[in-house]
Nanobody, 120 residues
Framework: QVQLVESGGGLMQAGGSLRLSCAATGSISSVDAMGWYRQAPGKPRELVAAISGGGMPNYADSVKGRFTISRDNAKNAVYLQMNSLQPEDTAAYYC??????????????WGQGTQVTVSS
């Protein structure tokens, strides 16, 4: 059983910062790519940032220069530092990871989501 547990969302004024955390727990053999997606009401889920197993980051154009993704392989964790937040960043943020468990082949797992709300 593998789970992704997220934390760190909340309410913030425009220009502020938040840090999201996500830890993968359970019967894990290996973790490859990890990332963050977001979904605003009435919109499709979109990639915000991803980081490869080797630590190479990739960002959506809308967050480049403002958000930073990082990971801690010893903790099977991924983080998203969000600076200069804007109202358009308001969304539910979901952690995603590609994991090899003790019992199943490589699979994509999702966290439960954490809400980020940015007021103007």
């Amino acid at each position: 059983q593998v789970q992704l547990v997220e934390s760190g969302g909340g309410l913030m004024q425009a220009g502020g910062s938040l840090r999201l955390s996500c830890a993968a727990t359970g019967s894990i053999s290996s973790v490859d790519a990890m990332g963050w997606y977001r979904q605003a009401p009435g919109k499709p889920r979109e990639l915000v940032a991803a980081i490869s197993g080797g630590g190479m980051p990739n960002y959506a154009d809308s967050v480049k220069g403002r958000f930073t993704i990082s990971r801690d392989n010893a903790k099977n964790a991924v983080y998203l530092q969000m600076n200069s937040l804007q109202p358009e960043d308001t969304a539910a943020y979901y952690c995603n990871a590609y994991i090899l468990s003790h019992y199943t082949n490589w699979s994509a797992y999702w966290g439960q989501g954490t809400q980020v709300t940015v007021s103007s």
